[in-house]
């Protein structure tokens, strides 16, 4: 079965800067998508970015990018200009070519004024 | 275009009471159907998921069940609550997938339920 592990729980960032959320995954298919969901307060679930896991090329959204390392199974996510805005929960999720999308327990990011 | 209605936003029942979520999704046809539970401090626990009408997959052998009584009806039901049932719950719907397709989920607000 696939898995997602979101090994930081929380993290905290300075308005401005740089941050990098952490994301591994297991399978045994080859080809997949990978995603970033962000949940703010609200509890709505709003997609950040995707990738698909045939495309060598990272995923980038404005001041999201994705690093994303198939042999590794590694699928981390840079916010960069970090804003207030960007305080939430964010997932790493794994969708499977049989539509079944698992999610990671989600990181909790803090943004400093 | 498409919307997702989940129902009701809020809910408290005693234990050993049924249960009854509704999903619909509008403005769309054939679609993927998942059902969430986000507890308290944990992650989303993918609950089920529906490519078609009469096709549920279950991913937690508990006591919740789910039907998809017509194409873009999605039900999440109990017999009987137990108090670990509480949580927020998420009903999801994504485009049904060619062999290509990265649709994302579209998300409803989710009902917070609350067994007492």
């Known amino acids: 079965a696939q898995t997602v592990t979101q090994s930081q729980p929380e993290m905290s960032v300075q308005e401005a800067e740089t941050v990098t959320l952490s994301c591994t995954y297991d399978?045994?298919?080859?080809?997949?998508?990978l995603f970033w969901y962000k949940q703010p307060p609200s509890r709505q679930m709003i997609l950040v970015i995707r990738q698909e896991a045939y495309k060598q090329q990272n995923a980038t959204e404005n001041r999201f990018s994705v690093n994303f390392q198939k042999a590794a199974k590694s699928f981390s996510l840079k916010i960069s200009d970090s804003q207030l805005g960007d305080a939430a929960m964010y997932f790493c999720a794994y969708r499977s070519l049989s539509e079944k999308l698992v999610f990671g327990k989600g990181m909790k990011l803090t943004v400093n004024p | 275009s498409q919307t997702i209605h989940q129902w009701p936003a809020t809910l408290v029942q005693p234990v050993g009471s049924p249960l009854s979520l509704e999903c619909t999704v509008e403005g769309t046809s054939n679609p993927n159907l998942y059902w969430y539970r986000q507890a308290a401090g944990r992650g989303l626990q993918l609950l089920f998921y529906s490519v078609g009408i009469g096709q549920i997959s279950s991913e937690v052998p508990q006591n919740l069940s789910a039907s998809r009584p017509q194409d873009r009806q999605f039900i999440l039901s109990s017999k009987k609550l137990l108090l670990s049932d509480s949580g927020f719950y998420l009903c999801a719907w994504s485009v049904h997938g060619s062999y290509r397709d990265n649709s994302p989920l579209h998300f409803g607000n989710g009902t917070r339920l609350t067994v007492t």
């Open positions: 399978t045994s298919e080859s080809d997949y998508y």
